[in-house]
């Protein structure tokens, strides 16, 4: 077995000796021990192959010189005495371009023979262009060609973009209502069958022509062929991956951003099992929106009782908080609690504190819908629905004209569109990041000496103009301690505060303009001075409900109480 | 930053928002009304080959401003040997960033290039480039030309450059490693960029003239390598902004009139400086952020500190053989120790903090630069192990809002003070 990185690899080659190739695109918990050789700040993936590689080295490594990262991590595993090769990889596919990697792979040829003290065989190479599915043969990635031919002429949601970690897509197919193809550029691998009759020499060129003329990886020169990727008939949502500090597909997802056609949403990888949850959080929202058939048959709201009561259970990083609906879509109650370690736990207690203030039983809730980071979490739901879906609901029903939601919640951000039925158009998510959230405020609260609640009111008096201009919270952090130091006003820091989580959420929503009317969700709503910076910004009023922080649970409530989720129309969902 | 320019960075942002062509034509004015002050109000307190430089740069800068049909983009190690002997003008990436950033307008382009779809781990000099052009603030080159070496962000920026203004793009692929195949693959390259400057341009590559620029180039290279030897015993005062500004004679200006010139200078301020004491003497690697308060207050024209070359105005001090023009060119690129191994430049940086007796050495992570920033444990290791003190400081070379001052000057001061240097 030798492994792989990039579908330019000659991996037929290994075949010549006797090796299996195993493409290397695993994730880890963390990446902490590449952190001891590597700059946080370069690539993800790259940082998971040191990372990888350093737990587990047995196998022979052949890298394409792809990028400045991957480059530098051949360095530092060869640093490490590990068993990797590297080969230059042409960006051009013309003949010259030809004739350098046909030289590459001989020199890959000899370092292998070298490296394994084995010599290459030529009719074992030619026989692993055979031993794949579409020949016959026992392989059958699904990452193949002929694996996502077939998966192609039905409807489904294509993975396009940057590589993308098999756990990360494996957790994709699992709650993906349509089958995943796996377009990124690791899975657009297609060489195909050698010419019969040939010599080694022929061969060897024909085999490094059909390397360099499969579909361009966005590394290299002419990627025009890459612009009918996207237009694929039966392709029904477009997820498009990139990984963090690689910055080769962003380009490419800028051009097609503002596509409305197929519904579309962009992830963005660490290559950590751990920033999965964030991305799959993502996921179920947009998946939720491609479910058409379901979105069909809904809409029919059974009249029921007054006797029965819905519960919408919101359970987020920071609190969770319950809506309790009568049969006649009235809040009777709700309560909030602080979400702590154990998810499950804080629902249960919110929900019998919630019952209690109602005063009714547990028997009489005819419907749970959990929501939020924990909706997963929580043993006794009926269904769980994200928390964009149940905001927009929520929102919609204590506001109809709302078209923008500003959800500023403990630990992040959103904007969520909605169209003139209450449906999600499209959502924007801050990443993983604390600026522009509640955790924000409170880091900027606590460098002042301030409670959140005194900060809410403060920055409404500032009278000096102040910019915060670090967007890292952990920098601005260090920035208001030195304006302390220099004796400016707390209200006019707390402004430049304000106006900076202001800058942050109208950045969150790109070229678009946020349509009004907009309402401020979430617990920072209650911030006076923040909402006011936004609608400064805005230039604006900004709805704020009374119980801003629980229109996610009160959209929970509403779903219970219809029976079934009423998901959106998705032929126009668009996420960021 | 001083009053005026901030104010000046303000006009020009609101205008850019609204309309890029009177942004422009406000900047022109600026870097215009700045060149007359460089020319008939020189800092007396510079030395000559210091004055010299602020006005070939500002020039460099302005030229692609006013005549952009005469005009072409490339990135920092394109050899613009060619250019110049098709009388066509670079502008490059870092240069131009730099400037926007000392007229305090950066952070507009940023910003656009980001609300764009730029990724924000993206280079920030890259950033502001594109940024101004996808704002049309700055106009169309002829064409975009750029080398894959060092940094994957030209391949990304030139392209879309390239597909904004509609215009011809060529990218020369360098391998990494030197050899009579590679030097052969460049250098064809090379003659094919010249048959699509040929057609986008009506003008025909005069082989004599690209003679005679190489050859002004391997005098300014031999200048520059007689400074750096005599600098090992000299001081001479300067500040990140200078050190910054020879980043045009070493690279896009090389083979100039101009750049030649500088040269010359230089070398002779050199041999009239004073003798060095005890200064301490701090090699840097990658950019300076020329532009960050609390960086110059420690090192700018301090007397008790010296700043020797950054690695960058040293990365290919080869010379070319005249009669083989595009050999030689494909040879000096695949050269350069950004090119290759991070071991290379790591040697490098070493050899040179020898040869300029280096009590210290600044490794510059410059926020999107991979191949800094991945290199970083190796060439620590081979700059440590060769016994140089060593601090590896974060920060960003353009983007004001990117850096945290306060830890970066608590960091670079408490280096100083380990050298021996008191500071404030």
């Known amino acids: 077995m030798i492994h792989y990185i990039c579908k330019y690899t000659p991996v037929e080659i290994f075949g010549g000796f006797g090796e299996e190739a195993q493409l290397y695109n695993s994730m880890f918990e963390n990446l902490d021990l590449a952190d001891h050789l590597i700059h946080r700040n370069v690539c993800s993936f790259s940082r998971a192959l040191i990372t990888g590689r350093l737990h587990e080295a047995s196998k022979p490594l052949v890298l394409t010189d792809c990028c400045d990262s991957i480059r530098r991590a051949y360095d530092l595993l060869k640093e490490e005495g590990q068993d990797v090769y590297i080969i230059y990889l042409p960006r051009k596919q013309d003949e010259r371009s030809v004739a350098l990697y046909k030289n590459e792979i001989l020199k890959l040829i000899k370092a292998l023979e070298k490296g394994m003290g084995r010599e290459f065989h030529y009719d074992k190479f030619l026989s692993a262009f055979y031993n794949r599915k579409e020949y016959g043969g026992k392989g059958d990635d699904p990452n193949t060609a002929f694996h996502n031919n077939r998966l192609c002429q039905k409807p489904h949601v294509i993975v396009a973009g940057a590589r993308i970690g098999e756990e990360l897509l494996e957790k994709i197919r699992k709650i993906s209502p349509l089958p995943v193809v796996n377009h990124t550029c690791t899975g657009l691998r297609s060489v195909g069958k050698p010419p019969t009759g040939a010599s080694f020499d022929q061969i060897l060129e024909w085999y490094t022509r059909e390397l360099l003329s499969q579909t361009p990886c966005m590394r290299m020169n002419d990627i025009s062929s890459r612009k009918g990727l996207l237009d694929k008939p039966n392709i029904r949502g477009i997820i498009y991956n990139t990984i963090n500090f690689c910055d080769y597909y962003g380009f490419e997802y800028a051009a097609i951003r503002d596509r409305r056609d197929i519904p579309m949403v962009k992830i963005e990888s660490d290559f950590t099992t751990q920033g999965a949850g964030q991305i799959l959080t993502r996921l179920g929202a947009f998946f939720e929106g491609l479910n058409r058939e379901e979105a069909s048959s809904t809409g029919k709201i059974t009249t029921r009782g007054d006797k029965e009561y819905f519960a919408g259970i919101d359970s987020g990083s920071t609190s969770t908080n319950v809506v309790i609906l009568d049969g006649n879509k009235n809040i009777v109650s709700s309560y909030s609690v602080a979400t702590g370690a154990r998810v499950n736990e804080s629902a249960n207690r919110a929900l019998e504190e919630a019952l209690k203030k109602a005063g009714i039983g547990k028997d009489q809730i005819k419907g749970t819908v959990t929501t939020g980071y924990g909706r997963n979490a929580i043993g006794f739901r009926e269904r769980d629905i994200t928390e964009i879906t149940c905001h927009a609901k929520g929102a919609y029903f204590l506001n109809p004209k709302v078209r923008t939601i500003i959800d500023i919640g403990g630990q992040d951000s959103k904007i969520i569109r909605l169209n003139d039925r209450g449906e999600v158009q499209d959502f924007v998510m801050n990443d993983k990041c604390a600026a522009g959230t509640g955790r924000f405020l409170e880091m900027m609260a606590t460098s002042l000496g301030l409670t959140l609640e005194e900060m809410g009111v403060m920055g409404l008096s500032a009278k000096e103009k102040i910019t915060i201009s670090s967007m890292c919270s952990v920098f601005a952090q260090s920035e208001v301690v030195s304006l302390v130091a220099s004796g400016k006003n707390v209200e006019d820091i707390v402004g430049g505060i304000n106006r900076s989580i202001a800058a942050k959420i109208t950045a969150l929503a790109g070229r678009s303009k946020l349509e009004r009317e907009w309402m401020m969700t979430g617990g920072v709503a209650r911030n006076p001075g923040v909402v006011a910076a936004i609608e400064e910004r805005l230039q604006g009023r900004i709805i704020v409900p009374e119980e801003p922080e629980i229109c996610g649970a009160l959209g929970a409530a509403l779903f219970a109480y219809e029976g079934k989720a009423s998901y959106q129309n998705p032929s126009k969902a668009h996420v960021y | ?424």
């Open chain 2, 1 to 424: 930053m001083s009053r005026v320019i901030e104010s000046f960075g303000q006009a020009v942002e609101l205008l850019a928002a609204k309309s890029p062509k009177m942004a422009l034509n406000l900047l022109k004015l600026g870097y215009g009304a700045n060149s007359i002050k460089l020319n008939i109000m020189p800092d007396k307190g510079l030395l000559p080959h210091q004055r010299y430089v602020s006005i070939i740069n500002s020039r460099a800068i302005r030229r692609p401003l006013h005549r952009p049909d005469k005009s072409a983009v490339v990135n920092i190690f394109f050899p613009c040997e060619i250019l110049h002997a098709m009388d066509i003008v670079p502008q490059f990436t870092e240069g131009l960033a730099c400037y926007l950033n000392g007229a305090g307008c950066e952070q507009f382009f940023i910003e656009y290039a980001e609300d764009y779809g730029i990724p924000q781990t993206y280079c920030s000099y890259h950033k502001v480039l594109l940024g101004a052009v996808l704002s049309n603030t700055i106009p169309a080159p002829q064409f975009v030309a750029t080398t894959s070496m060092a940094c994957d962000a030209n391949n990304s920026t030139f392209r879309t450059i390239a597909d904004h203004y509609k215009i011809p793009y060529y990218l020369v692929d360098v391998p990494s490693v030197c050899n009579r195949e590679s030097i052969d693959y460049v250098a064809n390259q090379l003659k094919e960029l010249v048959s699509m400057i040929e057609d986008t341009s009506s003008r025909k590559m005069d082989e004599d003239r690209l003679r005679s620029v190489i050859g002004r180039a391997n005098r300014s290279i031999r200048n520059y390598k007689e400074h750096l030897t005599v600098l090992a015993h000299r001081y001479m005062p300067g500040s990140m902004t200078l050190e910054m500004f020879k980043i045009f004679p070493t690279h896009i200006l090389l083979g100039t009139e101009e750049g030649d010139k500088f040269f010359r200078l230089l070398l002779e301020d050199t041999y009239g400086a004073r003798r060095a004491k005890d200064e301490k003497r701090i090699l840097w690697v990658h950019t300076m952020p020329f532009w960050q308060e609390s960086i110059k207050r420690i090192l700018n024209f301090n007397d008790k500190c010296q700043i020797l070359p950054c690695d960058i105005n040293f990365d290919s001090l080869v010379e070319m053989d005249e009669k083989k023009p595009y050999e030689s060119l494909a040879r000096r690129m695949l050269l350069n120790v950004v090119n290759g191994p991070g071991e290379r430049r790591g040697r490098r940086i070493v050899e040179m903090a020898k040869r300029l007796r280096a009590d210290g050495i600044v490794y510059f992570c410059h926020w999107g630069c991979k191949h800094t920033l991945g290199n970083v444990q190796i060439i620590g290791s081979i700059i440590r192990d060769e016994g140089f003190p060593l601090l590896v400081l974060d920060g960003d070379g353009c983007d004001r809002k990117n850096v945290n001052h306060g830890q970066m000057a608590t960091k670079l001061q408490a280096f100083l003070e380990i050298l021996g240097v008191a500071t404030e």
